[in-house]
């Protein structure tokens, strides 16, 4: 049965009129690495193995990005979903803050990209606000700043007194330069645009049917019957990672997105700061270059091909009257794009890098939960070193089997 991971009419590919289009592969090939995987997740990684001098072929069984990274809110922070305090059942308190200086690592990657190529996919550095509207939460709001000033991060604490924003908020932690926004569709083009520029090749409407493995490579079989031969396989699929493996390798829920039409002003919404609550689950916001706003969340346990125009729409008019009541002064907000998309999560809220237990030649490249791109980055780059034989010590972290008993 074909999962539908997407429904609705996402905001990104329906913006970008300019549709970049991609052959299909009509003959068999050879290359070093071979990514199976046309979104976002994948042109960051052709990017990275182009960059270091290592061939690199995109294979993509629909339209480059029109699939979960079509959906993707690009809201770019460092921090994870859950606070520190609340990961210490599945990780330690080292571990988590690794984490989040390895997110400002890939923040500063993406900043680094944009200096050298130019700025085409609509980039903006942004602060970011975690916060919450409840008294019970503020303790927890609080520790996780004191953790976070106590280790070097450049954040500041608010509270009711200080409330600069329109929304109602008992408490909150600003991270200076802690975050980004981006257009995923632009971004995802421009990597494989430079990719290809060092050599890479990129493949839509080229879906894989079958892995044929072997000692030093692994044959790629396609939909045609044309195959690709890899001395590794990156397996860039998002979500769906069935052809590969049987595990389930998170927890899968549907997110909810909806985005406006341009609004006159931000009225009570001081710097477009990127935001996002603490609720579980919790509602995060952002703007967009043409000043649009996204709210996203209104998270559900994951329904097979997302396919419920009832529930759907209730979360809709759910975010829309969040929306509408934290920035009463911002006139004429109106809908314009409403789409669901799946999201999973991890207990420690990291993605999955690295060879998988089966194939040593078989590599994932998973950027799960809400730091997707951030993940994807970081991965990409160990597993470049990995490639030329070189383990970085933090992908242990990562470490596909690392929930196994």
């Known amino acids: 049965m074909y999962i539908k991971y997407v429904q609705g009419k996402p905001l990104f590919t329906h913006i970008n009129n300019d549709k970049k289009q991609y052959s299909y592969l009509t ?49 770019l922070q ?4 859950d606070n520190l305090s609340d990961l210490k059942t599945y990780t330690t308190l080292e571990n988590a803050l690794r984490s989040y200086n390895l997110g400002l690592k890939a923040l500063d990657e993406i ?15 942004r602060n970011t606000l975690l916060y919450t509207s409840k008294k019970d939460d503020v303790k927890s709001i609080k520790t996780e700043y004191d953790l976070r ?25 600003i991270s200076k330069n802690g975050g980004a926004e981006l257009d995923p569709y632009k971004y995802t083009n421009e990597l494989l645009n430079v990719s290809c520029g060092m050599g890479a090749k990129v493949y839509e409407n080229t879906e894989v049917v079958d892995l044929l493995h072997h000692e030093d490579y692994i044959d790629v079989i396609t939909e045609s019957g044309y195959k690709v031969r890899a001395k590794k396989v990156i397996v860039a699929t998002g979500y ?3 052809l590969f493996t049987d595990r ?25 700061i990127l935001l996002r609550d603490n609720g579980d689950p919790y509602n995060y916001l952002r703007t967009t270059i043409d ?103 933090d992908m242990k972290l990562f470490k596909v089997d690392r929930f196994d008993n």
Do not use: Q
């Open 27 to 75: 003959e068999d090939i050879e290359t070093d690495i071979c990514i199976i995987g046309g979104g976002v997740t994948g042109a960051i990684a052709s990017y990275y193995f182009s960059k270091n001098n290592i061939k690199a072929v995109v294979l993509e069984k629909k339209r480059i990005a029109h699939l979960s990274t079509s959906v993707t809110t690009s809201l």
């Open 78 to 81: 460092y921090e994870l979903d």
């Open 111 to 125: 900043e680094n990209f944009i200096n050298k190529y130019g700025n085409k996919c609509d980039y903006k550095k």
């Open 149 to 173: 000033k106590e280790n070097g991060f450049d954040v500041e604490y608010i509270d009711e007194s200080r409330n600069k924003y329109d929304f109602d908020l008992k408490a909150g932690i």
């Open 240 to 242: 769906n990672t069935k």
């Open 248 to 272: 389930n390798f998170g927890t899968m829920t549907t997110t909810f997105n909806i985005a406006t039409k341009p609004v006159s002003s931000f009225n009570g919404w001081e710097d477009k």
């Open 291 to 393: 000043n649009r706003i996204i709210i996203g969340g209104e998270d559900v346990t994951f329904v097979p091909d997302i396919f419920n125009e009832k529930l759907a729409d209730k979360k809709y008019d759910i975010l829309e009257n969040k929306l509408k009541s934290m920035f009463k002064n911002i006139e004429n907000i109106e809908i314009e794009y409403k789409y669901c998309g799946a999201f999973a999560s991890t207990p420690d809220n990291l993605g999955f890098v690295g060879p998988g237990p089966k194939h040593n030649n078989l590599w994932y490249l998973l950027g799960y939960g809400a730091n997707g791109i951030i993940f994807a980055i970081l991965g990409a780059m160990m597993l470049t070193e990995l490639y030329d034989g070189k383990v970085n010590e």
